[in-house]
């Protein structure tokens, strides 16, 4: 029997205003935790949140626990997965409770789970061999997930699924049992996808790797009327998954895929609706959790990615980190950031180190890209900025001005010790 396992991904940052400077001279004293206001825009941030979860998280979810419901008797019946970015939660309790319900209501179910991840979606990961500040992320939204939704995560997903044998290492000692990377062929050579591998120097975790073609079918060309696949039906889609080989086929993207990246009209949701019951008309095939993959299947070969060079994700054709460190603003930015986590730590304010972690988030960085074609035009889809360097310049001033506050405090702090 092979398993159909789907995954979703929901995230969504917390925009950086533009004219921060503006706002901050019209008040007297400041605060850290007077600067979430000011940094971050929260108007286009519940402008944005809420547009999405009527487009696609509530109709979207609706349809799934519809799914569950109806096929909850047959054994091989739906289930799905889902990675939920700490701040995303955040969110959701803020600008549209019906959004946490919803995904409170599936977890419920016994046939959704809930993986871990980077409570800020951040590059974290990038920082150091030992992680700290990684490991001190992830157990954050660990404990999020528990608390919302009574689930202790055993799977994780890197940001933008961000993977080398030494964050499998780091994984591994966390205590999770399987790590989820892109099936790119690289790494891969001759080998499929679709089987569960063994990372190399973390004999004890499993590597699942995304079928990024069988993804990007409906992630990406869904809607593409030219398109030679177009238009991509549930009983073609079954077949396709019927007639891959393997042990498992892991299907993950961005849940905004459903609503949002393509609209209701395009037959979208049609799709979702109708793939299970196409899917359970092959009896070779069935739907499985992650964790379930990793308790039925053995790792059939081991996966060695390097750190220097090798690093692998899911964005763009490259398949690397060239989405958020490749020019000179990313890698400035990134280092400067970087830099400050132990100053922040040092001064022992927690306003301040969340706003830093805030800085973490990888979509700072991607909206820095300056690649151009399809890469380009992706980037630009995402980016609430009119380009690249409006966007370096307001994160920019955000950053230089937390970082001057933060230096001010860490000064007087230990002055005050050396005086002493």
Known sequence: MKGVV?????????????RIMELIALKQAVRFRDLEKIYFDEELNKQIFKRVSERCYLPASEILLDIIDRQKSDSRGFRVAFSLSGIFIEQARQYDERVLQAFKDLSGTGRVEFLAQTYYHSLVSLYSEDRPEFIEQVRKHVTTVCEEFNQTPSVFENTELIYN????????????????????????????????????????????????????????????????????????????????????????????TFGEHHWKET??????????????????????????????????????????????????EEKDLTAWLQNPMQ???????????????????????????????????????????????????????????????????????FELRVRRMYNRKFLKKKAA
């Open 165 to 256: 044998n030494s964050i499998a290492r780091t994984v591994e000692k966390m205590g999770f049992k399987a790590i989820f990377t892109e099936g790119v062929e690289r790494i891969l050579g001759w080998r499929s996808p679709n089987y569960v591998y063994s990372p190399k120097g973390a004999p004890g975790l499993r590597l699942l790797l995304r079928n990024y073609r069988l993804t990007d079918d409906i992630g990406f060309r869904f809607s593409s009327t030219r398109w030679e696949q177009y238009p991509l039906t549930a009983e073609k889609y079954a077949s396709w998954l019927a007639a891959t080989p393997g042990d498992c086929i892991n299907i993950f993207m961005d849940y905004e």
């Open 267 to 316: 037959g979208i949701f049609d799709f979702l609706r109708a793939l299970p019951d196409k899917v359970l008309e092959y009896q070779n095939l069935c739907f499985m959790l992650p964790s379930e993959v990793v308790e039925r299947f053995d790792a059939r070969d081991e996966i060695d990615v390097f750190e220097l060079g090798g690093t692998v994700s899911w964005a763009d």
């Open 6 to 18: 789907l995954c979703f991904e929901a995230h969504q940052p917390y925009r950086i205003r533009q």
């Open 331 to 401: 890698i400035f930015l990134f280092e400067r950031v970087k830099a400050l986590e132990p100053i922040v730590k040092a001064v022992g304010d927690s306003d301040a180190l969340e706003l830093w972690r805030r800085f973490t988030t990888s979509d700072y960085y991607y909206y820095l890209s300056t690649k151009t074609g399809g890469a380009g035009e992706v980037h630009s889809y995402f980016n609430p900025y009119p380009n690249p360097l409006n966007a370096y310049n307001n994160t920019m001033e955000a950053l230089l001005d």
